[in-house]
């Protein structure tokens, strides 16, 4: 790894992408730390140190919820609006044939709409957001003339960093949205060390050991299950010299974790709409309206329906994400065109149906893993009572997820530039 890090430097193409990105990325921290006028800050830090679904959302917006900053909603309208058009995809044949068949125009025609999508999206939540900020005290002297402009800024916030993040996409390495999600993860470690110093109790060395230890396990699985795959045998029928046929062999990675950490993201953008709904409308006039709200609010807010709902999100994204990236029937079509065959398997729709049960299997081994280490933080502190790590699960995942996907961009930059140094 040192290496690739130190191969690196010494290209300038590389060089200037990774000063690009970090660039971008502090721009992105800057405003994350810039408020929209009228905050109340002390009622802000209670109001947060009381709400942990806000707490677990505000890793996602990468601190900026905290702050009620100009960019607080984070990424999360475009991931759902990336969700909408993605699943159109599965009813519109239309829109298939454009994501999957029209190459990089359509790809291109399919993101501008994501991005017009992203847009109502974005008043939408913000509206949600800024009023349960309001009704919870947070905004003070706030006219109607404030309401407006704070949702139009939390929105062309939520297009700005949209647009950084396509940015680092095109001009930089990995996946944009990843990496400023990552960032804001990153950025929280320092508080996060800090509190725990500032709550720090010896008596609970050991407890603090396991977390340790349970850190450094998931660690390991995450990079064990991102870099595992299965390996289908691929023979390909050739004409020799003389008119005889013969044989070459070739092997087709069927990835473990296919979907990568998109389906953690994808959850984390789902999750935040029912619990930020119903908090929002428990404050409504309407009686009836509020008792329902509040009741769907405290269900959000226990532990286990949480952990339980955030599980199943996971492994299901896992599963829509992999369907949408790998086409069994398409690579069983190619396989035919190019004369390609899995031994013992018959080519066509056999073949087919063959990688469609094998993608199935790998990939319930790697959503069940993904979702386990995704609500592990919150069966421990149900056991331990600690708080400060209850996203460490999601926020391990994401990290050493974009991490190893960087490095893998790194190392074929590299190998494309004749660096055999690895």
């Known amino acids: 790894m040192f290496k690739k890090f130190s191969q690196?430097?010494?290209?300038?193409?590389?060089?200037n992408k990774l000063f690009f990105i970090l660039g971008i990325l502090a721009v992105f921290r800057l405003a994350a730390n810039v408020p929209i006028p009228g905050i109340d800050a002390e009622q802000l830090r209670r109001f947060f140190d009381n709400n942990q679904l806000l707490g677990f959302l505000d890793m996602f917006s990468g601190g900026g919820l905290k702050n009620v900053s100009i960019v607080m909603l984070g990424v999360g309208p475009y991931i759902?609006?990336?969700?909408?058009?993605?699943l159109m995809t599965m009813i519109s044949p239309r829109l298939e044939q454009l994501y999957k068949e029209e190459g990089e125009a359509g790809r291109?025609?399919?993101?501008?709409?994501?991005?017009?999508?992203?847009v109502p999206l974005a008043v939408l939540q913000g509206v949600a957001m800024i009023s349960l900020f309001k009704n919870s005290g947070l905004l003070v002297n706030f006219s109607a003339f404030n309401y407006v402009m704070a949702i139009v800024t939390v929105t062309a916030g939520t297009i700005f960093i949209m647009w950084l993040g396509e940015l680092i996409t095109e001009k930089g390495l990995g996946n944009g949205v990843s990496l400023l999600i990552f960032a804001g993860i990153v950025s929280g470690l320092p508080g996060a060390i800090q509190q725990i110093m500032a709550t720090w109790d010896s008596t609970q060395m050991l407890t603090y050991a396991g977390f340790l230890v349970a850190g450094l396990i998931t660690i390991a699985g995450v990079v064990l299950v991102n870099e595992g795959?299965?390996?289908?045998p691929i023979s390909f029928a050739r004409r020799l010299r003389g008119g005889g046929m013969g044989n070459s062999k070739s092997t087709l990675p069927l990835r473990v974790n296919h979907a990568g950490v998109i389906?953690?993201?994808?959850?984390m953008s789902i999750l935040q709409f029912p619990a930020i709904l119903a908090t929002f409308l428990a404050g409504v006039s309407n009686q009836t309206i509020a008792n329902y709200a509040g009741k769907m609010a405290d269900l959000f807010a226990n532990q286990t329906f949480h952990g339980t709902f955030y599980f199943l999100l996971v492994v299901a994204f896992t599963y829509f994400y992999t369907a949408v990236t790998f086409d069994p029937k398409n690579v069983a079509e190619n396989l035919q065109r190019q004369g390609g065959f899995i031994p013992g398997i018959r080519p066509g729709v056999p073949t087919m149906e063959?990688?469609?049960?094998?993608?199935?299997?790998?990939?319930?081994t790697?959503?069940?893993?993904?979702?386990?280490?995704?609500?592990?933080p919150f069966v421990t502190q149900g056991f331990t009572g600690i708080q400060t790590l209850t996203i460490g699960g999601t926020g391990i995942l994401i990290v050493v997820s974009v991490v190893l996907e960087m490095m893998k961009q790194i190392e074929a930059q590299l190998v494309m530039r004749d660096y055999e140094t690895f």
């Not at 759902?80 to 993605?86: K, L, N, R």
């Open 8 to 15: 690196l430097f010494k290209v300038k193409e590389l060089r």
């Open 80 to 86: 759902t609006a990336s969700i909408i058009m993605q």
């Open 108 to 118: 291109q025609k399919f993101n501008m709409w994501t991005r017009y999508l992203t």
């Open 229 to 232: 795959q299965r390996t289908i």
């Open 263 to 267: 389906p953690i993201i994808f959850a």
């Open 354 to 364: 063959y990688l469609n049960r094998i993608v199935n299997r790998v990939t319930l």
């Open 366 to 376: 790697g959503s069940i893993f993904l979702g386990s280490i995704a609500v592990l």
